[in-house]
């Protein structure tokens, strides 16, 4: 059975840091990218940050660049988003989804264009992050 465990979200202040987690099972963790959206109330699931455990390949949201890293431990078969200089406009569910595209470009594009059945896409339940002003 695919599971996506995503963990991590709270309540945190402007500025602050969190970080989500999203542990992967029973996927060949090697062969596919990995990457988290967020959806604010009303609006749309839009893509954060993904990372490719095929090509290594990372790609950042504009909103994101600089503020959020994301990254990928092999062994643990678990991505990790650290979150920094939190802002309000962050506020949203946090989505982890992993889908089998050769680089993280790739799959942004595939999962964005068709977020129901993109190619061999599994998605994780979601963690709320919400930042205070």
């Known amino acids: 059975e695919v599971q996506l465990q995503a963990s991590g979200g709270g309540l945190v202040q402007t500025g602050g840091s969190l970080r989500l987690s999203c542990a992967v099972t029973?996927?060949?963790?090697?062969?596919?990218?990995i990457g988290w959206f967020r959806q604010a109330p009303g609006n749309g699931r839009v893509g954060v940050a993904a990372?490719?455990?095929?090509?290594?390949?990372?790609w950042y949201a504009d909103s994101t660049k600089g503020r959020f890293t994301i990254s990928s431990d092999v062994a643990k078969e678990t991505v990790s988003l650290q979150m920094n200089i939190l802002k309000p406009g962050d506020t949203a569910v946090y989505y982890c989804?992993?889908?089998?595209?050769?680089?993280?470009?790739?799959?942004?594009?595939?999962?964005?264009?068709?977020?129901?059945?993109?190619?061999?896409?599994?998605w994780g339940q979601g963690t709320l992050v919400t930042v205070s002003s």
């Open positions: 029973g996927l060949p963790f090697d062969q596919y990218a």
């Open positions: 990372i490719s455990n095929r090509d290594g390949t990372i």
């Open positions: 989804a992993a889908a089998p595209y050769y680089s993280a470009h790739d799959f942004i594009v595939a999962v964005s264009m068709s977020p129901l059945d993109a190619r061999g896409l599994f």
